[in-house]
């Protein structure tokens, strides 16, 4: 790409403050993601340009970030440092952001945040939890494709993580969490599900068994579902590939749960306004410290 800006990254205006005040500094992996980095850095623009109080740490190679240095505002510039060598995840685990954004590939990005961050204690797979519409409200789905083949401690783990994020994020004091299979009846799927089930049924949560794929979307039997990554992510990207038929403006990203920083993966084909939410997602969960509040509720 060079240094050359293209005609769509003209400088953009000075922004007015309409957001949530108080400084978010957020890593934006600039390879991340199928258009990288064309798209990438639209998103980045575009989070700047909507959020007076959003910095952004740039990573990855100088031309793309040569890229957006350019076409932001001058008065603006400073709002916005690179980092030409490691990963989003190190600038985070070396103080120099808040939380990280990344389109890139899911396992990569999942890695280096563990390595980078470490893992809250037992916590041995962090999960990728997203937050649906539903035709109830809002709805917390996890795994999303961390982890493709958990055993039934690992699901038993990420129900108390996405029972205490959904009671962060969504206010609830006893979020119902269910077991997504083929039916509701008990004893219902195949074997990692039957023992996951035995498991939650023991645990300090407000288990409501097994639930299906058509409760996801309606809501109204349960605020988290729980299911392994490879299932989660396939229902996911269907769901999300309907609401876009539907001209929505979801955030259409996921948060990863259990490791010791804020981790934010948007889609590989994530475009710029895609991205542009998760990095404005990424500064509301370091704003009202939702991680924090995550992290204690399953101490």
């Known amino acids: 790409m060079g240094r050359v800006v293209p005609e769509q990254w003209r400088p953009t205006g000075v922004p007015a403050p309409h957001r949530e005040p108080g400084t978010a500094r957020i890593a934006v992996d600039l390879l991340g993601g199928d258009h990288a980095p064309a798209v990438v850095v639209d998103g980045a623009l575009r989070a700047v340009d909507d959020d007076p109080s959003l910095h952004l740490t740039l990573v990855g190679p100088a031309e793309a970030a040569d890229a957006v240095l350019a076409a932001v505002h001058p008065a603006q510039r400073h709002r916005l440092t690179t980092v030409l060598g490691g990963t989003a995840a190190e600038a985070v685990a070396a103080g120099r952001a808040d939380a990280l954004v990344s389109a890139g590939d899911t396992a990569v990005t999942v890695l280096s945040a563990a390595r ?3 893992r809250w204690p037992g916590v041995r797979r962090p999960p990728l939890a997203a937050v649906l519409p539903t035709a ?7 795994d999303v494709g961390s982890t493709v083949d958990p055993d039934e401690q690992t699901l038993a783990t990420h129900a108390r993580l996405g029972a205490a994020y959904a009671a962060a994020i969504h206010d609830l004091p006893e979020p119902r969490v269910g077991l997504l299979t083929i039916g509701t009846e008990r004893g219902k799927g195949d074997q990692l599900r039957r023992a996951a089930a035995r498991l939650l049924e023991d645990l300090p949560l407000r288990y409501v068994g097994l639930v299906e794929g058509s409760d996801v979307v309606l809501g109204a039997a349960a605020d988290v579902v729980v299911t392994d990554g490879f299932t989660g992510n396939v229902l996911l990207k269907a769901l999300e590939a309907a609401h876009v ?3 929505t403006d979801e955030t259409r990203a996921a948060v990863l749960l259990g490791v010791g920083g804020i981790v934010v993966v948007c889609h590989g084909a994530a475009t710029g306004p895609d991205l542009a939410r998760g990095i404005a997602f ?3 969960l370091h704003r ?3 991680i924090d509040v995550v992290q204690r509720g399953i101490a």
């Not at 109830?136 to 996890?142: I, K, M, N």
């Open 245 to 247: 038929a539907k001209n």
């Open 282 to 284: 990424a500064a509301d």
């Open 116 to 118: 980078a961050l470490g």
């Open 288 to 290: 009202h410290r939702r």
């Open 136 to 142: 109830a409200g809002r709805l917390v789905l996890l």
